[in-house]
């Protein structure tokens, strides 16, 4: 999860809500899991994937429960997460308020608010961004990728596309493309496409074998028309 620079980071938090900001990274992992963000090297911190046979509703390792016993752990909610990001994001809107076109400001406010899936509000700081650098593709594919989850599909794929025709060669943006393609529009083989070509651009992508599981959990669909219905799990 991106942070404030130096002393922005709110230090008058309880433990509570310390706890529930710890296990934000979980929330996502659980809720978003497996789509990337727009550069792995870039200041947006990927977000982080939940394995299938990790506990859900747990902290992190290392993590202890903020004086909650383990029968006590209870997810944060949507609105916990959006106050807490809120708190978090106070100091920078506020240095933001003197420097409104600052692109490192709006970039740190949009990872927070997409790390605490308050993904409205990380979409409409990620758009102020590409106001200022239009053919940034690493922040144009976690912008189509909070419009994925917000539930946004047609505008998904169009930002992934424009970001594509920026950067034909950016792998995550033709992971998550296919992502959605194959999750949010059935579309089994503009996934696939997307995904042959990210293997024949970068054959040593990093998330090739996670590339190459989803190819074949894609193709048990690869006889539907995209758009139809199933109720046969895709994953």
Same mark, same amino acid.
């Given at each position: 999860?991106?942070?404030?620079?130096?002393?922005?980071?709110? %230090?008058?938090?309880?433990?509570?809500?310390?706890?529930?900001?710890?296990?934000?990274?979980?929330?996502?992992?659980?809720?978003?899991?497996?789509?990337?963000?727009?550069?792995?090297?870039?200041?947006?911190?990927?977000?982080?994937?939940?394995?299938?046979?990790?506990? %859900?509703?747990?902290?992190?390792?290392?993590?202890?429960?903020?004086?909650?016993?383990?029968?006590?752990?209870?997810?944060?909610?949507?609105?916990? +997460?959006?106050?807490?990001?809120?708190?978090?994001?106070?100091?920078?809107?506020?240095?933001? @308020?003197?420097?409104?076109?600052?692109?490192?400001? +709006?970039? %740190?406010?949009?990872?927070?608010?997409?790390?605490?899936?308050?993904?409205?509000?990380?979409?409409?700081?990620? %758009? @102020?961004?590409?106001?200022?650098?239009?053919?940034?593709?690493?922040?144009?594919?976690?912008?189509?990728?909070?419009?994925?989850?917000?539930?946004?599909?047609?505008?998904?794929?169009?930002?992934?596309? !424009?970001?594509? @025709?920026?950067?034909?060669?950016?792998?995550?943006?033709?992971?998550? !493309?296919?992502?959605?393609?194959?999750?949010?529009?059935?579309?089994?083989?503009?996934?696939?496409?997307?995904?042959?070509?990210?293997? @024949?651009?970068?054959?040593?992508?990093?998330?090739?074998?996670?590339?190459?599981?989803?190819?074949?959990?894609?193709?048990?669909?690869?006889?539907?028309?995209?758009?139809?219905?199933?109720?046969?799990?895709?994953?």
């Amino acid at each position: 999860m991106a942070e404030a620079n130096g002393g922005n980071t709110p %230090q008058s938090w309880t433990s509570t809500q310390a706890y529930i900001m710890a296990v934000v990274c979980l929330v996502v992992g659980c809720a978003v899991g497996y789509l990337l963000r727009g550069s792995m090297g870039s200041s947006s911190a990927p977000a982080p994937v939940v394995t299938a046979d990790q506990p %859900q509703g747990m902290p992190p390792a290392g993590m202890g429960g903020g004086g909650m016993g383990q029968g006590q752990q209870q997810m944060p909610t949507p609105e916990q +997460l959006k106050a807490m990001a809120d708190k978090q994001a106070a100091p920078l809107l506020e240095q933001l @308020k003197s420097k409104p076109n600052d692109p490192a400001l +709006l970039s %740190q406010i949009g990872n927070m608010y997409y790390d605490a899936q308050v993904f409205p509000t990380a979409i409409e700081y990620y %758009q @102020k961004l590409l106001v200022i650098h239009p053919k940034d593709a690493a922040v144009r594919t976690d912008m189509a990728t909070a419009m994925f989850y917000s539930n946004d599909l047609d505008h998904s794929i169009t930002e992934f596309d !424009r970001a594509l @025709k920026d950067d034909p060669r950016n792998s995550n943006a033709l992971f998550n !493309r296919g992502i959605v393609k194959w999750q949010g529009k059935m579309d089994v083989n503009g996934a696939l496409a997307d995904w042959e070509l990210l293997l @024949k651009q970068n054959p040593n992508y990093e998330q090739a074998d996670k590339v190459r599981t989803y190819m074949a959990q894609a193709k048990k669909h690869a006889n539907m028309k995209p758009g139809q219905k199933t109720d046969k799990p895709a994953m």
